[in-house]
């Protein structure tokens, strides 16, 4: 079964410029979720999709972050304009749908983008 | 404020020692607690999921203890190998599946 996929790995674009990075779950995950680590600092949420709906994206730093998840399966995450302190690793990582707030999320091996 | 300290900030041991990270939490409501493994380069990768009522968790060479008392928690190694060389992860699980990340610990196994 193959894991969490996340394009591009890397990302090197210049400020004002627009980035789009995508994430394909794990099949068959409704949860999917994104992360974000800036340089030195602790991963933080972004935002929690439920199949196709956006289940809480209290993390999300600004507008000029754009989350889409149509039809419930892959996400895309745009920056539109981009800021120098946008760079960092942005991580998606899913999991199934049950209850018990339990559930193992399953990360990617996250987008490193670097805005000069 | 929902924080998770981590210490140490890095770590360096000999192959085959053991060595025990730490992790105290301000987070509420708490719903469970986690450790995560990541390699350089990679996503994390879940080591064990601790709840309020489990005092110990294990996972091959890896046991996780929870205090919710004193909201602490620790993630002890042992027999450490080369591949044990990545960054641990305590994570705190808030009601409604919201994740709080501490920095991590460097871990770095020497032969």
């Known amino acids: 079964e193959a894991g969490v996929t996340q394009f591009p790995s890397h990302s090197v674009i210049e400020k004002g410029q627009t980035v789009t990075l995508r994430c394909d779950p794990i099949s068959g995950h409704d949860n999917l979720y994104w992360y974000r680590r800036v340089m030195g600092k602790e991963i933080k949420f972004l935002l929690h999709?439920?199949?196709?709906?956006?289940?809480?994206e209290s993390g999300m730093p600004n507008n000029r972050f754009l989350a889409e998840r149509t039809g419930g399966t892959y996400s895309t995450l745009k920056v539109q304009p981009a800021e120098l302190e946008d760079s960092g690793v942005y991580f998606c990582a899913s999991s199934s749908l049950r209850t018990s707030g339990r559930e193992t999320q399953y990360f990617g091996p996250g987008t490193r983008l670097l805005v000069l | 404020k929902n924080q998770v300290e981590q210490s140490p900030q890095s770590l360096i041991i000999l192959e085959g020692k053991n060595c025990t990270l730490q992790?105290?939490?301000?987070?509420?409501?708490?719903?469970?607690l986690r450790w995560y493994k990541q390699d350089t380069g990679r996503g994390p990768v879940s080591l064990t999921i601790m709840t309020f009522s489990e005092n110990t968790k294990s996972n091959g060479r890896y046991t996780a203890t929870l205090d919710a008392d004193t909201k602490q928690s620790s993630l002890h190694i042992t027999a450490s190998q080369l591949s044990d060389s990545a960054s641990y992860i305590c994570v705190v699980s808030r009601y409604g599946n919201k994740l709080v990340f501490g920095a991590g610990t460097i871990l770095r196994v020497k032969s």
């Open positions: 999709f439920v199949k196709e709906s956006k289940q809480d």
């Open positions: 992790c105290n939490y301000t987070v509420s409501p708490f719903s469970n």
